[in-house]
């Protein structure tokens, strides 16, 4: 079946420094991938999606480009701040699927200023 | 728009007692969906409902089971509980056509004891 695997954390970073977390999966068919963030005692927000290859998807600084090649949804940030501080959660979609997201297990990011 | 509201958002049970859990969409969504969260098991699909039908169903024991009215709340049930169901349910409502762009609400953390 589909899975997506990302990086263990936590991770901790300087306010201002670069973030890269990782994210593979895999899929039979042609799945649409999402970032998801999740701040303490809160429910899941979309933070971007992406629904083809080399789609880029962006929002609030942050950027993932899908990568058919590489099978990988690798989310980027160039300055992180302090209220970037959560759970970060890679996921697909399989678009024959309807509705049904697989999760990769998230990765904590904690900013220091 | 009032976002997706999910009651209560504490329940403690114990075992072999039943719950049931409550969820109200967006206003204009018809596709709700349930997640369960563990730190053991990360985020695991349980059912979407569309239109008041099961669309799809993740690998859970029948003891989970849901319905949605026609006012697109739903309910999720989960009978003769055991201490491995403790977790936060997370629900999620869909707009219609805009394929897995879920928004979540804040999840109702169960305890088992």
């Known amino acids: 079946g589909d899975s997506v695997t990302q990086m263990e954390g936590p991770v901790t970073l300087s306010e201002e420094a670069f973030l890269t977390i990782n994210c593979t999966y895999t899929?039979?068919?042609?799945?649409?991938l999402f970032w998801y963030v999740q701040y303490p005692g809160e429910g899941l927000q979309l933070l971007l999606k992406a629904t083809k290859a080399d789609d880029k998807g962006s929002n609030k600084g942050f950027e993932a480009t899908y990568r058919k090649e590489t099978t990988s949804f690798h989310l980027e940030k160039g300055s992180v701040q302090v209220s970037d501080s959560a759970v970060y959660f890679c996921a697909l979609t399989d678009n024959n699927a309807g509705n049904m997201l697989t999760f990769g297990g998230g990765t904590r990011l904690m900013v220091k200023p | 728009k009032a976002g997706v509201t999910q009651t209560p958002r504490y329940l403690i049970k114990t075992r072999g007692q039943q719950v049931t859990l409550s969820c109200s969409p967006i206003?204009?969504?018809?596709?709700v969906s349930w997640y369960q969260q563990t730190p053991g098991q990360g985020l695991q699909f349980l059912f979407e409902?569309?239109?008041?039908?099961?669309?799809n169903k993740g690998n859970f024991p029948g003891r989970f089971s849901g319905r949605q009215f026609s006012n697109s709340r739903s309910e999720m049930n989960v009978s003769t509980l055991e201490l491995g169901d403790s977790a936060l349910y997370l629900c999620?409502?869909?707009?219609?056509?805009?394929?897995?762009?879920?928004?979540f609400g804040p999840g109702t953390r169960l305890t088992v004891l």
């Open positions: 206003s204009g969504h018809r596709s």
């Open positions: 899929a039979t068919g042609y799945p649409s």
């Open positions: 999620a409502s869909s707009p219609l056509g805009r394929l897995a762009e879920q928004f």
């Open positions: 409902y569309f239109s008041e039908t099961q669309r």
